[in-house]
Every structure is written in C-alpha cells, then in structure tokens.
C-alpha cells in the first residue's frame, strides 16, 4: 500500500508561479514512477508529468511543457510539480499518483495508488 498527500495548492494570478507537493508513505519511494494528474469540473483526468524512480526520465504533457518542472526527493519521499506563468486554463484539481510497474504512462489507468487532490485556481 501507498499514501499519497498533496499539498501547496492555492489562488494564484495569471502569470504566477505556484509549487505542489506530494508526500507518500508505505512502500519505498524509490521503488515506483510517479505523475501528476489535473481534472478542471466537467472534465476527464489528464495527465501532467511523470518521473522515474531516480528522477533522471521525465515527461511531460504539451499543454505544460516548458512551463512546469516535476522533480522528486527520495530522501523525503516527495514528488513536486513547479508550476511557472499558470494560466487560467491550468485550474483544476492537481492528483498525484503511483505508477507502481513502472510504465511511465500517461493513462491514469496505469497507476495504482492516488492521493486526494489539491485544488489549483488561476485567476486572469
């Protein structure tokens, strides 16, 4: 079993900058890919970013590609997805996830364990 906790969201304006964060517990940190997730009301779950279990693979979605950064700090088992020049098109409820077989997918099907969420909120 994994436990995942997000944290960090909040109200931000356009152009802001905004870091969450993702605490787990249970099995080792190191053992699993992680990914965060995003679901704005009336929407599917998409994918964000992922990253490998060292930290050295990361993918990201098009929508966010050069302005978020997922990193992740073994030592604290946390995951963090820095979020630069939000827009308002970036609200939702941010997810992390364990990707426990180690696909590095962007399907939430292919993860295992989910945390609560945070809410995101981008104002213009």
């Known amino acids: 079993q994994v436990q995942l906790v997000e944290s960090g969201g909040g109200l931000v304006q356009a152009g802001d900058s905004l870091r969450v964060s993702c605490a787990a517990s249970?099995?080792?940190?190191?053992?699993?890919?992680m990914g965060w997730f995003r679901q704005a009301p009336g929407n599917e779950r998409e994918f964000v970013a992922c990253?490998?279990?060292?930290?050295?693979?990361?993918y990201y979605a098009d929508s966010v590609k050069g302005r978020f950064t997922i990193s992740r700090d073994n030592a604290k088992n946390t995951v963090y997805l820095q979020m630069n020049s939000l827009k308002p098109e970036d609200t939702a409820v941010y997810y992390c996830?364990?990707?426990?077989?180690?696909?590095?997918?962007?399907?939430?099907?292919?993860?295992?364990?989910w945390g609560q969420g945070t809410q995101v909120t981008v104002s213009s």
């Open positions: 996830a364990a990707d426990m077989r180690g696909w590095g997918t962007s399907r939430p099907s292919g993860y295992d364990y």
């Open positions: 249970g099995r080792t940190f190191s053992s699993y890919f």
């Open positions: 990253i490998s279990m060292s930290g050295g693979r990361s």
